[in-house]
């Protein structure tokens, strides 16, 4: 056994007894401590913010009462927060508010600007595509926006298809005449382009269009979305047949193409209210472990689309759910359209208030938070309700086969810890010309597109990625807010690991899991019968032969999809430069 920590023969960090029970004892004073500073909370109402030993915000929560809300953390020995968030907090800070709704807005304000760990993450499984109409231009367009952000805009939807989305739009251009060019396009021409000439533009640019008939366009295309052209429907679908019984079957696809599109956009297919009303539903559905939250979205009296945001790590005590569901409906619509109406299970009826106050400072507008009414509603929060379920299950099972992966790349490596936060690195180059190299994350499994970095290469002159490798991970240590990875993975063989080894040890992170991942090369020429393929193959510090996974794992698949995105993320940094060159 090793006397001391350090790297071991096999290449991993060891840690002695010694220094794990070092480590037990700085956490039960860091608790001790922390017990200490809550005493002299105050007993009102703000938000708390944990931090980590770098200063991270780790988590942020909203308290009636900061004082008993932050204590209770500490109350419960066996809890999930205090296996997984307690002994990662360093200390806690918090923030004063008069009410409650302002703790609501100021608790969504900070959870988007840190974006913490340990709180939800409004990340949904899929991002839905809107329309949006800029309105507040001179002659507004349309564009497909995956987030509802520029004040003054009209948004319509979201939508579950981008490409009937896209068609959509396409149609709204050339049947109204509306402009598709960017801005920047627009600015200072002297004639028209292509558009204007095949009778798809009324060119405002030019001002063959002045801003009253251009703005009935608008209004024409707008009136037309919102699902009252139903006259210029039908014209379509008689010009469709005309166009078949004419043999122009090209054309007439194309227009079935647009038909089609427009009926998805006014979601014909599921009309499930008559009251021609915009409104959400939400429900969750949970676990001791997870928690899922699913919205509908009605738009017209008909549900266009649904979202869902999982959340693992997730337990929470009854009495907090409320809580829970508060912050999600807050911070969901900081960055969401807010419809006139919002169904939330009855169950919570004591937050409906607290939550039309805070929605409506958010938004400037009112808008009604209440349970389902009528067999119409009810059947809405059941639809959203079952979705939750389902969707949880498949989230949990998915959640389950990444966790198992990274278990094995645990065990393979024989790290200390699972490999929660990866990062890659790859340098690309043309013959040393315009080096880069990319940095990307993967948390927990998955790309963590937010921390990617990319890097010119300043130092090293010439083909000589071992020097590049040191000096990009030598830059990337110097970022000292930017937290520690479980395992660093260099993309290359031994030469490229040796370079990382010493700029974690120059860097004092010796403690750092690093491997190189070498990529699988195809190993026939072109006249062999048979082509084989060798697999990839993964170098450990202190370890003469290569790792290797079996071909269909899938912690092989994860490590394979993290050495193909920094590639992707690098090649087309160095693309971008080298075309910038010419
Ligand atoms: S004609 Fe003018 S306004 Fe219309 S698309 Fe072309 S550049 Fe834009």
Request: charge should be positive; hydrophobic fraction near 35%; aromatic fraction near 10%.
């Given at each position: ?121 409004l990340k949904d499984d899929k991002s839905y595509p809107y ?13 497909m926006e995956r987030r509802v952000k ?7 939807g979201p939508y579950t298809?981008a490409?009937?989305v ?129 919205t ?9 689309g649904h979202r869902s945001y ?22 969901y619509?900081?960055d969401n ?112 597109k ?133």
């Amino acid at each position: 056994m090793c006397k001391e920590s350090g790297i071991g023969q096999n290449g991993t960090y060891v840690v002695t007894p010694v220094e794990i029970s070092n480590r037990i004892q700085n956490m039960k004073e860091t608790k001790t401590l922390l017990k200490e500073t809550i005493k002299n909370f105050p007993i009102q109402c703000g938000v708390y913010l944990m931090k980590d030993i770098n200063n991270h915000v780790i988590y942020v929560g909203k308290a009636r009462n900061l004082k008993s809300r932050v204590r209770s953390y500490f109350s419960n020995a066996k809890s999930f927060k205090n296996v997984f968030l307690i002994p990662r907090i360093h200390h806690i800070d918090y923030i004063l508010t008069d009410t409650e709704v302002e703790a609501y807005l100021l608790e969504a304000s900070l959870v988007k600007k840190h974006n913490p760990r340990y709180n939800v993450r409004l990340k949904d499984d899929k991002s839905y595509p809107y329309i949006r109409c800029s309105m507040e231009e001179s002659f507004p367009r349309f564009y497909m926006e995956r987030r509802v952000k520029k004040p003054g805009s009209l948004y319509f939807g979201p939508y579950t298809d981008a490409g009937f989305v896209r068609q959509m739009i396409h149609l709204l251009n050339t049947r109204f005449k509306v402009r598709d060019c960017s801005n920047h396009f627009m600015k200072g021409r002297k004639k028209p382009c292509l558009t204007y000439y095949i009778g798809s533009c009324t060119a405002p640019c030019v001002n063959k269009v002045g801003k009253v008939d251009y703005s009935k366009q608008v209004k024409q295309s707008l009136s037309f979305l919102r699902g009252t052209g139903k006259v210029i429907l039908k014209d379509m679908e008689k010009r469709m047949k005309q166009l078949s019984k004419q043999e122009r079957f090209e054309e007439a696809a194309r227009l079935r193409d647009s038909i089609k599109a427009v009926e998805f956009c006014r979601a014909k297919q599921s009309i499930v209210s008559q009251r021609k009303k915009n409104g959400d539903v939400i429900a969750f559905h949970q676990d001791k472990q997870a928690i899922l939250f699913q919205t509908l979205h009605i738009r017209i009296g008909t549900v266009v689309g649904h979202r869902s945001y999982y959340h693992s790590r997730f337990r929470q005590s009854p009495k907090f759910i409320s809580e829970r569901l508060c912050s999600f409906v807050i911070q969901y619509y900081m960055d969401n359209l807010l419809p006139e109406l919002i169904l939330i299970s009855a169950k919570y009826k004591g937050y409906f208030s607290t939550l039309e106050k805070a929605l409506s400072k958010i938004h400037g507008k009112s808008v009604c938070v209440r349970g389902p009414k009528g067999s119409i509603e009810k059947k809405l929060m059941d639809m959203a309700l079952k979705n939750a379920q389902s969707r949880f299950k498949e989230q949990n099972a998915k959640k389950q086969s990444l966790l198992h992966a990274l278990e094995d790349i645990q065990k393979k490596f024989n790290l200390k810890c699972l490999p929660e936060r990866m990062e890659c690195f790859d340098i690309s180059h043309f013959q040393g010309q315009q080096q880069v190299a990319s940095h990307v994350v993967f948390h927990e499994g998955i790309p963590k597109k937010e921390d990617y970095r990319r890097y010119k290469i300043k130092t090293v002159e010439g083909v000589d990625d071992f020097s590049s490798i040191k000096e990009v991970l030598d830059r990337r240590f110097k970022h000292r807010e930017y937290p520690d990875p479980h395992l660093l993975i260099v993309d290359g063989g031994k030469g490229q690991l040796t370079k990382a080894l010493l700029a974690l040890k120059e860097a004092g992170k010796e403690d750092i899991a690093v491997v190189a991942m070498a990529k699988a090369r195809v190993q026939s020429d072109f006249t062999a019968k048979e082509v084989k393929s060798s697999s990839e193959k993964f170098f450990l510090p202190g370890r003469k032969n290569a790792l290797y996974f079996h071909s269909h794992s899938e912690a092989l698949r994860i490590l394979t999809h993290l050495r193909d995105e920094a590639h992707r993320f690098a090649i087309t940094y160095h693309r971008k430069l080298f075309q910038k060159s010419f």
